[in-house]
């Protein structure tokens, strides 16, 4: 049984990183595209699925570069109010 293990967790990890290279946004997906991660994935079976797990996924939220901010209205900016009433 515990020759086995090794063998079934990888297997396990491997279907894993499939499946979520599947569902992944292609537009989110880091370095490569998606069906090279894939490949990866099948043909370096251990280290394909670390690497997807690292460099590969998605952004979340907070990885992905902000839009530049909206300029403020001019009634809005209390710079542009001050400088109205000449402070």
Do not use: H
Not at 11 to 23: F, G, P, S, T
Not at 46 to 67: D, H, S, Y
Not at 72 to 77: E, K, L, Q, S, W
């Amino acid at each position: 049984m515990a020759r086995v293990l090794p063998f079934v967790i990888l297997a396990l990890l491997m279907i894993y990183c499939v499946v979520e290279v599947a569902q992944a946004d292609s537009e989110r997906v880091r370095l490569a595209p998606r069906w090279l991660w894939a490949a990866a994935i099948i043909v370096l079976p251990g280290a394909g699925a670390i690497a997807w797990l690292a460099f590969g996924r998605p952004r979340t939220k907070a990885e992905q570069p902000q839009p530049p901010p909206r300029p403020v209205a001019p009634d809005d900016n209390p710079e542009f109010l001050r400088k109205l009433r000449g402070q």
